[in-house]
């Protein structure tokens, strides 16, 4: 089967500076990244802060046009649509963001923010609207009543509820969920991962999850994709990932232990600081990291290529040379 999504070099590049004092300077926030999402599946994306996951969710969606690069959805190139086609072809992609309070217009009742979406594109009467709003509502486990309520009324498990009712108004095919659960403690993270992938059964739908948070990545994903800098530096399925990772950066991640506070997991920080993107090192961008660098690493970038049957692959000169 064709992927639902495919997208093939994918580059996007930033100006910051440029001040009194300092020159302007080109940030490649994605640097040549390509993969493809088969229909019905989550592929997780998962890397620290300014690795740039977030930016491809959005590049994805085209809120950000790329430098370079294409993306394809269930076969268009969405670069040759013209606005009122990408205007129709975004109600099947949509976005859940990490923070259900800034998302949600404040003076909006709930049930006008889950209906909104259709309003804006038109779609059939009020009274197919309030009934559609009621179908959303049963669908992410809200009761009806909560329809004239203000988010603000709402936990922050719940302001999700609402985030995700609006995402599906249109019947989206496709949706970045970016830290969809970060935000929230960890028991209501998981009663929200699992309403994502129960929809995910009952909706057909297909999701590229964005994650930094490894325990959510593996809750959800069918496939793991991991960045690093701008540049994929590992990608495989979900088993592959956790139980034979190949490349020292996901080692590293998944060795970096996860600790537990005020029911947030932060994972201790990997040996050295994260190099700037403005400026990542030559070759492999892991070399002032990792543990088992040598002169290639220093010099010549590592190509992502396979590692072991099936889609296993990782951008290291030396994958696998540390144990797991
Ligand atoms: Fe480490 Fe070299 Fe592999 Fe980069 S290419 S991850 S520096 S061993």
Do not use: W
């Not at 209906?115 to 049963?138: F, W, Y």
């Not at 004239?148 to 709402?154: D, K, L, N, Q, W």
């Amino acid at each position: 089967n064709p992927p639902l999504l495919r997208v093939e070099a994918l580059e996007k590049r930033f100006e910051t500076g440029g001040g009194l004092f300092s020159q302007s300077r080109s940030v490649r926030a994605v640097d040549g990244v390509s993969f493809a999402i088969g229909a019905g599946e989550t592929l997780g994306l998962v890397g620290e802060s300014g690795c740039g996951k977030t930016t491809v969710g959005r590049l994805v969606l085209r809120l950000l046009e790329p430098t370079a690069g294409t993306v394809e959805f269930d076969g268009t190139d969405l670069r040759t649509l013209d606005a009122e086609r990408m205007r129709a072809m975004r109600r099947d992609l949509q976005i859940i963001f990490q923070d259900p309070l800034g998302a949600l217009n404040p003076r909006m009742s709930v049930g006008d923010l889950i209906m909104e979406p259709l309003v804006i594109h038109r779609v059939g009467d009020a009274v197919a609207q309030q009934k559609r709003l009621g179908e959303l509502l049963e669908l992410v486990g809200l009761a009806s009543y909560h329809a004239g309520r203000f988010a603000h009324e709402f936990s922050g498990g719940q302001r999700q509820r609402i985030c995700i009712a609006r995402a599906l108004a249109l019947n989206p095919r496709f949706i970045v969920c970016d830290e969809a659960a970060s935000a929230l403690d960890v028991s209501i993270q998981a009663q929200i991962l699992n309403l994502l992938q129960d929809l995910k059964q009952e909706l057909g739908l297909t999701y590229l999850f964005i994650s930094h948070d490894l325990g959510v990545i593996r809750h959800i994903s069918d496939r793991v994709m991991v960045m690093y800098l701008g540049k994929v530096v590992e990608t495989g399925s979900k088993k592959a990932i956790f139980d034979t990772p190949a490349h020292p950066y996901t080692i590293a991640l998944l060795r970096s232990a996860p600790s537990r506070n005020r029911g947030k997991t932060r994972y201790s920080a990997i040996k050295g600081d994260l190099p700037s993107p403005s400026n990542p090192p030559a070759g492999c961008r892991f070399h002032t990291r990792c543990p088992i660098a040598r002169d290639i690493c220093k010099t010549t970038p590592p190509p992502l290529a396979s590692v072991a049957e099936g889609e296993h692959q990782a951008a290291c000169h030396f994958p696998g040379a540390i144990a797991a």
